[in-house]
């Protein structure tokens, strides 16, 4: 639509089924990589991609006829078809239903980008359920503690 101006930014989290430690350091950047692409193939622009063995991150600029839902969905099935298809695990690999994104300013940006960067680092003071919680309190989602990660049965 002419003279529609948007600048919506989104931080997605997603785990590994079962928060399993899968995600491996030797193809990583290239799984990041390949999330960038996906988001800036559904018409957002990708702005850091990063994560450790359990979890990523996402920090896109949303396009504003593209739904959060839409842009997760095509991240976490492209994504988990690529490293099938790469065999860059040994058993069948799954993203966890669900995800959590939360939305921010301008003046967010580069706190958002550095936080992202510097994952490891912040994974080593707390685990990834402390961090996802803690967002989800951050930015008062009411949330049901049964549901909120997928269990081994």
Same mark, same amino acid.
Do not use: D, T
């Given at each position: 639509m002419p003279n529609s101006y948007t600048q919506i930014y989104i931080q997605a989290v997603f785990a590994v089924k079962y928060r399993n430690a899968q995600l491996d350091k030797?193809?990583?950047?290239?799984?990041?990589?390949?999330?960038?692409?996906?988001?800036n193939d559904e018409g957002c622009q990708s702005i850091i991609v990063n994560g450790v063995e359990d979890h990523i991150h996402c920090f896109f600029s949303l396009k504003s006829d593209v739904s959060v839902s839409r842009v997760l969905q095509r991240i976490k099935s492209l994504s988990s078809k690529w490293i099938n298809e790469s065999r860059l695990t040994k058993t069948k690999f799954h993203w966890q239903s #669900?995800?959590? =994104?939360f939305?921010? #300013?301008?003046? =967010?940006?580069?706190?958002?980008?550095?936080?992202?960067e510097n994952q490891e680092e912040h994974h080593r003071k707390l685990t990834f359920q402390e961090?996802?919680?803690?967002?989800l309190e951050k930015f008062r989602i009411d949330y049901d503690e049964r549901y909120v990660f997928d269990e081994l049965i």
């Open positions: 030797r193809w990583c950047h290239e799984l990041f990589s390949n999330i960038g692409k996906i988001i #669900g995800y959590a =994104a939305s921010y #300013g301008q003046s =967010a940006f580069e706190n958002v980008v550095k936080y992202i961090e996802y919680k803690w967002f």
